[in-house]
């Protein structure tokens, strides 16, 4: 019988590598890692964004100067 981990390719053929069988088994036994991750996710990548205010901050906006040593 094949151990979870060799069923994570598709039809449980070809190659596995040991990093991919160990953060396999690892996310199985630690089921909080893969939870944190999303929470991690939905703090930075899924917020809302404000169109008008985004629209207002890049009409306030100063030109910023190519060559900051001048």
């Known amino acids: 019988?094949?151990?979870?981990?060799e069923k994570y390719r598709p039809a449980g053929r070809g190659y596995?590598?040991?990093f991919d069988r160990f953060i396999h088994d690892f996310l199985a036994?630690?089921?909080e890692v893969e939870q944190e991750r999303r929470r991690g996710w939905d703090i930075w990548w899924d917020q809302r964004v404000d169109l008008?205010?985004?629209?207002?901050?890049r009409e306030n906006a100063l030109p910023?100067?190519?060559y900051v040593y001048d």
């Open 16 to 18: 596995v590598s040991e």
């Open 52 to 57: 008008d205010e985004l629209d207002k901050q």
């Open 29 to 31: 036994r630690h089921p």
């Open 64 to 66: 910023v100067k190519p």
């Open 1 to 5: 019988m094949m151990k979870r981990s």
